[in-house]
């Protein structure tokens, strides 16, 4: 396997599926010059076929093209005559694409402008659609300050959640706003400031714990709840009542969505449960929550259902998968808690694993493998989990053979788990090859390579998995040893271990340093990958300082008083101070004072206007650049892909030309050896044709006397020949003569002969009819042998019945005679 090699890591460029973001470009380009109507129905046709694409890879954001669509799309939505509802009918696809999702809520923000759209004028069924992709692009939205949409948003989004108007169609309208609303507050302070300026806090939270309690998006409310509760006392200040509570209503949600199959509500179960245990202050609390084991025991049975798609179930197979999929990733959150008491668990969710993995494969990995590395420190699996684990290896072990780079960092993960206990490495040593091993790794690295941020995060989890089973299995066999020193002579692994090196996440440096410090580690590679760390770490300041220099840039927008504003002012505090030194405060009139501070409060309106304004347009610009960083990085990353496949293949042409040098020099060695023992062979076969020449003339003069004497033979056998010859012609008439006078004879005989074979005809026909006479004769003799024969039978019957009527004469007659006698 080539492991540097152009094959095993550039695809060929695929430049047709991003034709419509590019003509999209071009149309957007020519609406911000002209804002013609054309322009307006090409960009609408244009949207609506990407929004009809099937493959969502055309939204991965790694690539220049996509930068600049989702950098024009961003200033089309901006204006107010651009196409809003195409665009949203594109971003609603594309969030589905995870690290499409991930930029358009970090790098694009469309979340302002979205929130522009959003208001009551428009119908509900787009106030749904607008609102289902704000949910989406707001999860995990970072907010350091007051942005100028928020109190807007804030103030419609509660409008929503607290109404009651009887419309089928508002109880989601109000979910939506709720998680828009959650996903909002949580981690962002500025954004709870917001909220809490906006509503009353006290009838709001009466409201959302009135929702919670009538069984209402119960796990968002909770979310919610939390938030504030960070907000106005502090993030220790949780109860362990109320974490409780909220877990209750968790479990009930998850246990409830499973029954209804509702992917919705499993996914903010999923969430809120990750929030929990993530949260150092409440993470105690959820260790110490007492029916974790209740609920595992309760939903087996139904999460095993899950698995069964039914054809006549009501819902679309991509729904039930949804479900299976959250509620794995659910059960997986409760597993990672590393409760004792939920190991009696473990042998039934490693069955549901194999069991689901024909479904769910990344999710299936990833539960299996947070079972699997609770053994860890033990180092040896429970005598009724090994045979059940022995048995769904073989499955587990094989690599995912569809999407093989978006399944395979789960799949290298838990090959990397199974390598840590000593009952598994052995099963891993056998089924599976270095050979499957790398070719999966690096098909996650292509993969990933054109991500974005998620993407690189991806990536670097796959490097440290790889190389860390690479070191763990190269002891126990030279293949993996190989497997390992070709893993490390890839430069896009080492440069990926040195971005964990230089990156903010301590865990990811301590795993890397791990790495470098274990006993098998090449030690020719150790200077490379902190040489290569350095000059990560110049790139990093060089992103800090751009970051930076954005940020200085928005101290321009600081707004001040005006000259004679100052003035004013500053001579009314003056008088102010005065008074207050000289004890004669109470001489100024109330007029005065009330027109200081309506005057001061006209002032700060002014400034929080002129500041709202630029604050909205430092986004917008710090919007602008980062589309035009990312437009850079997307741009460096081409031109870095291209280098490095440049620079392979210059190694590789460097590589074949070293051996053709070899080749010729060897050559030439070749040919100055067979020159010489050509000149060699040359000369023996001169001497040896002078020898054989002589050799030839000896053998012409010999075969010169041998025709002589041949010739002088044949003659003298000629002459007797020809004596032979008359003496033959003699023989031959008187044989003539004696063949003539046995043709006569032979005729005569002939002729006896055919009249022998007439008599012999004659007397065959003869015995023929005699034998026909005879057989008729037999026949006949046969018939009177059985008539006679029936006769005699006959003639026996005959006889009997005369001695029996003599018989009976006599014994009448005897009769008679004792009659007379007795008469007498």
Known sequence: MEVDGIQSWNNPPDYGKYTNLKEFVTSAREFEASH???????MNRYLGLIASSCDLSIFSPGRSEVCAFFSSLWRVMSDGRGPHWSGVAVLSRAVIEPSARYALTHTYKFLPILSRLLTSTISNEKQIK???????ISYGIKISWQESYLPSLMKQLCDWITRSVPDIQLPTIGYKSLTVLVNLCYGNLPAIYALLRTVDTRDFVVHLVNLKDNGYVGVEVCRLLLCLSRATRGAAAARQHDIYGYLDCTMRTFLKAILLKDSSKLLHAHKFLNDLCAD???????????????TLTDSVQNLENLCKIDADDTKEPEQLI??????LKFVTAIIGLDLYSLRCHHSHLVRFCITASRVCLPEALELFEAIIKQYRDEGRLTQDLLPVISDGLPGLLVPPALEPGKDGLHWLQVVGALCELTETQERVLIEVTPEIFET???????????????????????????????????????????????????RLIRRLLCTGLTSGDGK?????????????????????????????????SDECLVASGAGEGESVWVAHLS???ERAVDALVDKLNEALRSGKISDIATSSVMELYGYKMTCLEQRLHSHTVALQGASEHMATLQHSLAMIQATNSSQQDVLYATQMQNERHKQTIDDLHKQLEDAEKSLRGFRAKLTTERTEKENLKENMQKELKAQLENFDRFVKEHKRESEEKLKAAEEENKQLHKKIEQQVVKHNELAEALIKFEERVKQRDKKLQDASALEVALRKDLEQRDTMIKQLEKTVAERENRLFQVTGQLEEMKRVQEIVANLMAKSASGST
């Open 36 to 42: 013609s109507e054309s322009a307006i129905n090409s």
């Open 508 to 540: 990811r440096r301590r795993q890397i340093l791990q790495l470098i410090k274990h006993h098998y580690f090449p030690l020719d590679q150790m200077n490379q990958v902190f040489g290569e760390s350095l000059y990560s770490e110049s790139q990093a």
């Open 322 to 327: 949804e479900c299976l999929r959250y509620s």
């Open 440 to 490: 999966t790794l690096y098909s996650v690295l292509q993969y990933t390579s054109q991500n974005g941020a998620v993407g690189s995060d991806v990536a670097l989890q796959a490097a440290t998995v790889g190389c860390h089973v690479g070191l763990t299995l190269a002891p126990q066999s030279q293949p993996w040893t190989a497997a390992l020193h070709r893993l490390f002579a890839h």
């Open 563 to 565: 000259p004679a504003q």
């Open 130 to 136: 607008l609102l289902s992709v704000m949910q989406e």
């Open 280 to 294: 150092h202050n409440l993470r105690g609390f959820v260790l110490t929550y007492p029916q974790f084991s209740q």
